[in-house]
């Protein structure tokens, strides 16, 4: 392969980086795979940027004849994920993902779900107007306990398992901190009319009395559905460790 | 004024090679582009053939965003070590590390604290470094230590888990310990450039001088013009950022396939057994691939399940030795060398984290 091929193939790799990233940017399609890193992609369509002007700084004809192959390889390498981000385009983690990466079987029983002998002191149940509280399923995984018997709103997509009993779905999101990669997932029974009406993957909010449940020996959180509404996916469809309580949805 | 460098012991200059390309000279004969053409194809076919199904969609989002989150940082690094390979002498750098080897290394180990760069902008840097007569073992030291100690590391650990700084000394002090170890036993059974590629300093497919390796310390100490030097500096940097980039997406996609296959679940069933469960999330730390800065918010969802000894043996693990990592360490690194590192981070870790077991034991909250 001569220098100036080699050097046009390398150009290419490099410019069809820079305009991937900066569409990632431009359209919010980073979201499905850095919710919360954009800096980092900026930083990187910078960088990328710098190293196209030094490759055209340098004169087509100059550097290494090699072998094509290698090169061919490399730069085929290098234009792997850019195909995968057309080929799939830009969705976060699903069922798939809850499946592989839920640790714990507190949201599958192998028994129906024993309520709890006894609700918590209630604090804060809900708001002034009687609006039930805005709680993210982190909020709802982390305070189960401590506000057990609160009338809560949540929102999450739907898993169906077969080990549930009758009447019975899984809410589930992901709580990521750099990237999908590390999605961890968080989650809640929930006990509703219908269960069926609402296909995996599907997006609801869930309003309704939340408890704590102890199913396999360790304790969940089992949400008593008042009503469920499908929704559109949240723009934001990860959550964070950082993230404040919400407040709104 | 310069000074004259007489480390304790002595090694050679990295041996400058003629002037057949180093990319030619190392594939001929070689099976590795094949593999690589073979692998190629297979995951350019994998879009056309699963597009539809659930596990592609996992697979896809995985591999792309474990690339999209390294490829900055490799990108930086490249940068990094063009300006290193352009602008910084040897003596410079020679001056910056202690003389002797073992203070060397010691002193290496530490870099992270000052310098807190994720593991793949490390490699970059450490490969132009090699070229400036670092030795070989003070590198190891800063790859493997590196990632762990350093302060974001400490703090998103100490997030992750509720602010126990224990679990933050023992992953910060197991990670230095093991680093500084395998450094010292790379120190004494690989001396000089024994453990590089072709026996030198690596030129990771260097190609701006039409030559595999160009003598760039004589080039570069020449007067020339600062366009002209930055340009070279861009140069490095390209090849850097293609060379290293090709192992981080093959790393990045078999990383991609172990969290699309291996259900977590599954391997808190199998970990009945303290020492089993330390290296299966040793292995898990392996197949993941996370950045040292995410990794603990995944061990800590363990907690309650597996023990503190499983977890911390996936955190000192992991930024040490990924499928990413492996495959980038190969491309400048002999294969017994890249195996010796291995059984050696493997073995020690493994040690430490029974030793942790046994002495705190059971399961912390």
């Not at chain 1, 949201?107 to 039930?132: D, F, I, N, R, Y």
């Not at chain 1, 939340?210 to 559905?225: C, F, H, N, P, Y």
Request: aromatic share 6%; net charge neutral.
């Amino acid at each position: 392969m001569s220098p100036t091929v080699a050097n046009i193939l390398r150009a290419a790799v490099l410019v069809a980086w820079v305009v991937a990233l900066a569409w990632l940017l431009q359209s919010g399609a980073y979201k499905a795979y850095l919710p919360k890193l954009w800096p980092l992609i900026a930083m990187g369509l910078a960088c990328t940027a710098i190293l196209v002007v030094g490759l055209f700084g340098r004169a087509l004809r100059s550097g290494a004849a090699g072998e094509g192959v290698v090169r061919t390889v490399r730069l085929g390498l290098m234009m792997l994920p850019l195909v995968y981000i057309v080929a799939a385009p830009a969705q976060g983690l699903d069922s798939h993902a809850f499946e592989r990466r839920r640790v714990g079987d507190q949201l599958a029983p192998a028994t129906p779900p024993k309520q709890a002998e006894a609700p918590a002191p209630v604090a804060a149940a809900t708001g002034a107007s009687g609006e039930p509280r805005v709680l993210t399923l982190m909020d709802v995984q982390q305070m189960a306990r401590e506000i057990a018997g609160t009338r809560i709103v949540t929102e999450g997509m739907v898993y169906h398992d077969a080990k549930l009993p009758p009447g019975h779905l899984v809410l589930f999101r992901f709580s990521v901190t750099c990237c999908a990669a590390d999605a961890v997932p968080v989650g809640a029974l929930v006990k509703c009319d219908e269960p069926a009406r609402y296909k995996q993957d599907d997006w609801v909010r869930v309003t309704g009395e939340l408890q704590v449940t102890k199913l396999e020996g360790q304790e969940g959180a089992l949400l008593v559905a008042e009503k469920v509404d499908p929704i559109a996916a949240p723009t934001d469809e990860y959550l964070s460790p950082f993230d404040a309580p919400a407040s709104e949805f | 004024m310069s000074q004259t460098v007489t480390p304790s012991r002595t090694i050679p200059l990295p041996v400058q090679a003629g002037p057949a390309p180093a990319l030619a000279a190392s594939s001929r004969g070689s099976v590795w582009p094949l593999l690589g053409l073979v692998f190629l194809a297979a995951a350019l076919a994998l879009p056309l053939t699963s597009r539809d199904s659930a596990a592609f969609g996992t697979l896809s989002t995985t591999f792309v965003s474990i690339v999209l989150e390294a490829m900055p940082f490799i990108a930086l690094g490249a940068i990094l070590g063009g300006i290193i390979e352009v602008y910084v002498s040897r003596e410079r750098v020679a001056a910056l590390l202690p003389k002797r080897r073992v203070p060397a290394i010691f002193a290496a180990g530490l870099l992270g604290l000052l310098i807190p760069v994720c593991e793949c902008a490390i490699i970059p840097v450490t490969r132009r470094l090699l070229g400036k007569g670092v030795p070989f073992s003070a590198a190891v030291a800063y790859l493997l230590a590196g990632p762990i100690v350093n302060p974001l590391v400490a703090a998103s650990t100490a997030v992750a888990y509720a602010g126990d700084w224990l679990v933050v000394a023992l992953r910060l002090g197991v990670g230095y310990a093991v680093a500084v170890c395998v450094a010292m036993v790379i120190d004494r059974l690989f001396p000089g450039t024994a453990a590089l590629l072709d026996g030198r300093a690596p030129a990771g497919g260097h190609e701006c001088c039409g030559a595999g390796s160009c003598s760039h310390d004589q080039a570069h100490q020449e007067p020339r013009p600062s366009r002209e030097r930055l340009m070279r500096a861009l140069d490095h940097a390209v090849d850097d950022f293609l060379y290293v980039g090709q192992f981080l997406v093959v790393g990045a996609f078999f990383a991609a396939v172990a969290q699309t296959l291996i259900e977590r679940q599954a391997l808190v069933e199998l970990a009945e057994i303290p020492a089993l469960a330390i290296g299966l999330m040793m292995g898990l730390a392996v197949l993941l691939n996370l950045c040292s800065e995410a990794d603990a918010f995944v061990a800590a969802s363990f907690r309650g399940v597996l023990p503190l000894a499983a977890q911390l043996g996936f955190l000192v693990l992991g930024p040490m030795l990924d499928l990413k990592l492996a495959a980038m360490y190969l491309g400048f690194v002999t294969k017994r060398a890249f195996g010796t590192m291995v059984l050696l981070m493997i073995v020690l870790v493994f040690a430490a984290m029974m030793a942790i077991q046994l002495t705190l034991g059971g399961t912390l909250p």
